[in-house]
């Protein structure tokens, strides 16, 4: 990234820790309370959860102090939902946070002008199929002492979703503060592929913090005090599943790895490298986003950007009595070590997981030309980001009908990737091409200055979250399945989002 950040407090020297003296830490699993009429249908009782946001303040490494955060629940990630495919469920997503925030709010971005509460949450469900009243659009936000009901109906296919805030304005600094947990949906393609499954999957949640020598989180600011704002923030401290080095106890065996990017801005390369012949180890990746790959692709490391999820099969029995370091690029994250017993392992790897039928180009009624646009000051700071040109408070121009196919092509004439989500919906990538921006941006032409790339085999499949690159044209074709009403599409770099990279879009009914 070109951009330089400035932060405001010295930084730990996190290479001065001790490595690998925390077990990894696996979250806790959400325990229902009891069950409550279904929204969709009153006669029927479905599971009910109440999770509340609250501050909390936890050790991220045995040698510091305890680290403030605002979590869900007890511990930051919060509670893992377990779910199946069609099992509805309820959820009361409560505010019990302080009224005063403890990051940096910028009042000069939209949504968190000064007369608006500093503390504001609401919820959305990544990778949700639910009614517009459920999926936590950013204005619907609720201040500390209230409450929202939820309702999920699961009514998709097996997949590791994730909870997150996404509150206007403030979303970079809510899901900074720890307000992030994942939520699993199985079903019976998933049950008969007998993957690696109990203590023998688990959810690997990264996110980076930059930390100060207390231990505390730093969000850094710009050096406009009046604007805060920073256009992208990376931590010296890439913790999983809320620890920094941890390591994992394993045996030698098959295991299932479910990888959330959970950062604000931070794409992983993540490779894993047996520390005794320092070679990067293979690896399967079985699945995306929404769910199961065709089949397993094999890889030796994975790129992956906020907001999107890799579901991988690592095979640790030739390492009996190794360890293993998970890295990204050349940085260590964690450490598993390999016990030296022999053990039977009777979880399978199959050949074929699932067919993902191609979507045919023509089955698209409509293709958008959509652009992500980045806006610099003088000093050539970005200050501003915005899809299409069009800021949010403009009237929504992306009305898909229900039931309909559409190519969206998203043009980047940026210097960066940006991970683009559409809410409600899964959608296939076409193809990435690299093209001519200023002759798309003076003449509104599209010149292509190469071939058009397939997506990689390891997203050939259902995806929610796409790296749109620099100075590509990447397509995606995108059926709207599901409910009519007002969504939301947005780049997942946190800090673009909360400076207007995010529009409404409409599905609208047919005829
Ligand atoms: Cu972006």
């Known amino acids: 990234m070109a951009h330089s950040v400035p932060t405001m407090a010295p930084a730990l020297d996190v290479n001065a820790l001790k490595q690998f003296v925390d077990p ?57 939902f377990e ?11 409560v505010n019990a946070l302080p009224g005063e925030h403890f990051l940096p ?12 509460p500093a ?43 994730w909870y997150h805030d996404h509150a206007l304005g403030i979303n970079r600094l809510n899901v900074y503060a720890g307000l992030l947990g994942a939520f699993l949906i199985r079903d019976g393609v998933e049950d008969a592929l007998n993957l690696p499954g ?21 969000y850094p600011v710009s050096p406009d005090h009046q604007s805060p704002w920073v256009p992208e923030i990376f931590g010296n401290a890439i913790l999983v599943n809320g620890k920094l080095f941890p390591y994992l106890e394993v045996e030698p065996r098959k295991y299932r790895l479910r990888v959330l990017n ?12 047996d520390s005794t ?23 030796k490391n994975l790129e992956i950007a906020p907001g999107e999820r890799a579901d991988l099969v690592i095979d640790f029995s030739d390492h009996r009595g190794a360890q293993l370091a998970l890295k990204n690029d050349a940085v260590v994250v964690m450490q598993f070590r390999v016990s030296p017993k022999k053990v039977t392992d009777t979880s399978s790897l199959p050949a074929a997981l699932r067919p993902v039928p191609k979507i045919p180009e023509s089955q698209a009624v409509q293709t958008r030309l959509l652009t992500l646009n980045e806006y610099v000051n003088k000093a050539g700071n970005p200050v501003l980001l915005l899809l299409n040109a069009s800021h949010w408070k403009m009237p929504i121009t992306e009305k898909p009908v229900l039931g309909s196919t559409e190519v969206w ?29 200023w002759l798309f941006q003076t003449k509104q032409e599209l010149h292509f200055i190469g071939p058009p790339e397939p997506p990689d085999p390891n997203e050939a499949g259902w995806k929610d979250t796409v790296q749109a690159h620099s100075k590509m044209v990447t397509r995606i074709i995108v059926p709207f399945e599901g409910f009519t009403g007002r969504y939301v599409w947005h780049c997942h770099i946190l800090e673009h989002e909360d400076n207007e990279m995010m529009r409404p879009y409409e599905v609208i009914s047919p005829g």
Not at 198 to 218: A, F, N, S, V
Not at 278 to 283: D, G, Q, Y
Not at 285 to 296: E, S
Request: hydrophobic residues 35%; charged residues 20%.
């Open 277 to 299: 012949s320092t070679n990067e180890v293979a690896f399967h990746q079985i699945g995306t986003d929404q769910g199961f790959l065709p089949a397993p692709v094999p890889l």
């Open 262 to 273: 959970g950062s604000n801005a931070r794409f992983y390369n993540l490779s894993f490298v």
């Open 24 to 80: 990894l830490p696996i979250p806790e699993i959400a325990q229902h309370q009891g069950y409550r009429p279904s929204p969709a249908d009153p006669k029927l009782n479905v599971q009910f959860y109440r999770i509340q946001a609250q501050p909390i303040a936890c050790k991220v490494h045995r040698d510091l102090p305890p680290t403030k955060f605002w979590s869900f629940g007890a511990s930051t990630p919060g509670p893992t």
């Open 119 to 161: 503390v504001r949450t609401v919820v959305h469900l990544h990778g949700a199929k639910t009614r517009p009243e459920s999926d936590g659009y950013p204005e619907d936000w609720i201040v500390p002492g209230k409450s929202s009901l939820y309702y999920y109906p699961n009514q998709q296919d097996a997949a590791m979703l």
């Open 409 to 437: 092509s998203l043009i980047n004439p940026t210097n960066d990737s940006h991970p683009i989500h559409l809410h409600l919906v899964r959608f296939q990538i076409l193809d990435r091409q690299p093209y001519v921006p």
């Open 105 to 116: 709010v910028d009042h000069t971005l939209h949504g968190a002008e000064a007369d608006k």
């Open 83 to 93: 779910t199946r495919s069609g099992e509805p469920l309820l959820v009361e997503w």
């Open 198 to 218: 109990g203590k023998y999957e688990l959810p690997l949640i990264l996110y980076d913090r930059l930390l100060t020598h207390e231990g505390q989180l730093l």
